[in-house]
């Protein structure tokens, strides 16, 4: 059977990386950690060369592949909350050593980039009548975290407290 799976490259953190964010969600575990045998751009023998982990369910691989390449905020993760605890606690933990973005979007201590959403959230600018969509992007646009009742409050159209 054929499947998918995103693949993180790491300059020498790879393992490190895995394990933090299994911690973080649950359905999530490290699958195998697999050294080189061999020296390489990544590593040399001994070290982690790649490691298979399950991240909410889905499969993934980090790879220790040296500093040839880098993140960038064009590919993110994306995870969608159920409430406003949720979106607080992933915000706080992945925020601690990376750097807050807007709109949700952040950048972690690895340098992969995370938008930290809600399914209320998204179900909110799904609708039909685009004045109250206008007003929840209006609303979504002024914030880093995103605050769920401010953006039902928008989306009603009620003024801020």
Request: net charge negative.
């Amino acid at each position: 059977m054929t499947t998918i799976a995103p693949c993180l490259w790491f300059d020498g953190k790879a393992e490190e990386a895995a394990r933090f964010y299994v911690s973080l969600l649950p359905h999530s575990h490290i699958d195998s950690v697999v050294p080189y045998f061999f020296e390489a751009p990544g590593g040399k023998p001994g070290d982690v060369m790649m490691v298979e982990f399950t991240l909410a369910g889905e499969r993934y691989m980090a790879l220790n592949g040296g500093a040839a390449f880098q993140f960038t905020p064009a590919v993110s993760l994306c995870v969608s909350c159920g409430d406003q605890a949720e979106i607080d606690r992933l915000w706080d933990a992945l925020c601690d050593g990376g750097s807050p973005g807007r709109c949700g979007w952040l950048t972690d201590r690895y340098g992969v980039s995370w938008q930290i959403t809600a399914t209320a959230a998204t179900e909110l600018l799904k609708g039909r009548d685009a004045e109250k969509i206008r007003r929840t992007f209006a609303a979504l646009m002024t914030m880093d975290k995103l605050d769920l009742e401010t953006l039902r409050r928008a989306y009603d159209g009620v003024s801020a407290a």
